[in-house]
């Protein structure tokens, strides 16, 4: 008897978040693949690193050790950074993040999102009520939906309809 094959693509956006809670910071789209592929590969000398900073402490190489395990968070921070990278809603406001620093706008002061043309293709702004907008960080060329145009369309609908709940 042929068991049926459940993968994460196979099944509806709602079995996949398992808490219904709007208390929380949501990503409205997944990352992308050249995403978590360069978290991963960021990852790897990290874990060298940490590796290679406890054969110095067990050989008393301290200052090896230290300089390792400073390298090494670095990488797993930046890791880590790149992957939480992107545009979050949540009960108080619209969360823009880069890598380096990030920005929250309360919702009394987002406008809506449009998609806007960037040198290379097409890009989520965020419009802020006083006339202005947040610098676009997310483009259908970036690592979250390079070459998955249906991806980017997917993740501007549903941004929009987040951005429509939160402020209604």
């Known amino acids: 008897m042929p068991l049926p094959l459940k993968t994460a693509a196979s099944l509806p956006d709602e079995v996949l978040v398992p808490y219904d809670s709007r208390d929380r910071w949501r990503r409205p789209y997944r990352p992308g693949p050249v995403r978590?592929?360069?978290?991963?590969?960021?990852?790897?000398?990290?874990g060298a690193g940490l590796c290679?900073?406890?054969?110095?402490?067990?050989?008393?190489?301290?200052?090896?050790a230290a300089v390792c395990a400073v390298l090494a968070a670095v990488l797993i921070a930046v890791a880590v950074r790149w992957v939480r990278a992107g545009i979050r809603v949540g009960p108080r406001g619209l969360r823009q993040t880069g890598v380096l620093r990030g920005r929250t706008v309360p919702w009394e002061r987002v406008a809506g999102v449009a998609v806007v043309p960037v040198p290379?293709?097409?890009g989520i702004e965020v419009r802020l009520a006083g006339g202005g907008a947040l610098p676009v960080?997310?483009?259908?060329?970036g690592p979250d939906f390079a070459r998955r145009p249906m991806a980017f369309a997917a993740a501007v609908a549903g941004l929009e309809r987040w951005v429509a709940e939160f402020r209604g």
């Open 36 to 46: 978590v592929g360069g978290a991963a590969l960021l990852l790897l000398p990290g």
């Open 52 to 64: 290679a900073a406890v054969i110095a402490a067990l050989a008393a190489l301290w200052v090896v």
């Open 120 to 122: 290379r293709g097409r």
């Open 137 to 141: 960080l997310v483009t259908d060329h």
